[in-house]
Each structure stands twice: as C-alpha cells, then as structure tokens.
C-alpha cells in the first residue's frame, strides 16, 4: 500500500485525486495540504506544511509555483519523494528542484497523461523529419479560463522535446503583434488560448508547402492526469534519489 500526501489537496485536481485514490486497493491519502480547509476530506488538512506529522510514502503536488519551494523544503527534511505536477515554475524555482533531486527522489512532469507523453516522442520524428523539408513549428494550446500560467507546461514541454530533437537550435515566439517581422524559419510558434471549462487541448502543427500535418492531444477529463499521477506515486516511492518523469513510469525504470 502506498501511503500518499495530497499536497494541493483542495483543489480541482486534488480532489479528482482523492477520488481516484478511494477506488485503488494499492494506494490511500493518509493527508492533505491546502491553505483552504473549507472541504470535508476522508483524511486530515493541514493548512501549513510544517505542521504536517503524518506519515507518508511520497508526495504528489498539484499546487501553485509559489508553494513550490516551502515543499521540497519539507520534502528533503524528511526524505519523501515527490511527483511534482504543479506548472509555471521559474528558473530559480527548476534550479531548486534539480538540486533536491540529488537528495530525493522527484518526478517532474508538466502532464501526467499516457497520451500527451506518447505525443512527445512522436513530435520528435516528426521535426527530424519535416523540418528538413522546410516545415515551419507551431503549438497551440486551450485551456480552462482558471488556468493561470501561460503557455500550458505541456506545450512548453513538446517544444522543448521539438527542440531537442533539432539540436536546440529553434527559438520560442509567443507573441507576434510586437513585431512586424516575417517569420524566422528556425523558430517554435506558442500560442495560448484561454476559455470556459476546455480541460486541455494541444495543436502541433507542420506547415510546409502545399501540405500540413498536424498532431493533437484532447484530454476529456482529468481523471487522465490524476491516474497517471496515482501510477506515478506508486513507481516514485520506491526511490530514493534522482531526477524522473513520466517516461520512466511508462517504461519502469
């Protein structure tokens, strides 16, 4: 049984968690963290982390960036592993969690879902592929209007595995109405859009001359990201130390 603590607890993907949790006969929330206790869990709150005194095998993170570092402070204190799902973190804040990496185990994943992880192995065969052909990049991604980051980590996420694949060479523009420039043939088009209740949607498109091919991803609920988030705590708190994401879930190792 893996003892999990739902950090983030309260909100929208927090209690899609403990939901998820409730059906698994291998996994429990033994306790959450939230600045709000306004909902009535099967598990105690904690509205501080330092006052957390229960017992868990790892941690799995749905937060904001900000909350981030008070975290993987507490984490490293007590030497939890941490699935790290919260998006939108800064430089500073990824240098924090690369360093507590060589004390804890992290998994750091801008999505947790089987589909948009399948997505980021196809994008590469497809840049290496096309853009030697002349194929211009760009990423378009919808979201919910509570999201607050932008662009998603998800499509941040293809653009660097894009990017990789072409040895680093591509530039990211997020915005065009600033400048009235044509647009470079070694740069990566990111675009947020920002409405209603859209769970997630990503848009990766190749145009070249008389042809585009396009490769997308429609999450239709969340449940998808709180799954793989439950398997990924699972594979997580067997180790001790060291940096993962979902690919290793997906190939356990």
Known sequence: ??????HGCNGKMGQVISKIVEEDNDASIVAG???????????????????????GDVIIDFSTAKAVPSLIDYAKSRKIPVVLCTTGLN???INLVNEASKEIAILLSANMSLGVNLILNLVKKAA????????????????HNQKIDAPSGTALAIADSI??????????????????????S????????????????HSIIFAG???????????????????GAVNAAKFLSQKSEGMYDMQNVIEGN
């Open 1 to 6: 049984m893996t003892r999990i603590i739902m």
């Open 33 to 55: 963290i939230d600045i709000s206790d306004h909902i009535d869990n099967p598990y105690p709150v904690f509205t501080d982390i330092n006052t957390l005194d229960v017992e």
């Open 91 to 93: 430089d500073e804040q």
């Open 128 to 143: 290496q592929t096309l853009t030697s052909a002349n194929f211009d990049i760009e990423i378009i991604e919808k979201h």
């Open 163 to 184: 990017n990789a694949s072409l040895n680093n060479e591509y530039s990211y523009t997020y915005d065009r109405s600033k400048e009235r420039v044509k647009r470079d």
């Open 186 to 201: 070694k740069e990566i088009g990111i675009h947020a859009v920002r409405g209603g209740t859209i769970v997630g949607e």
């Open 209 to 227: 001359k008389d042809e585009i091919v396009e490769l997308n991803h429609s999450a239709l609920s969340k449940d998808i990201f709180a799954v």
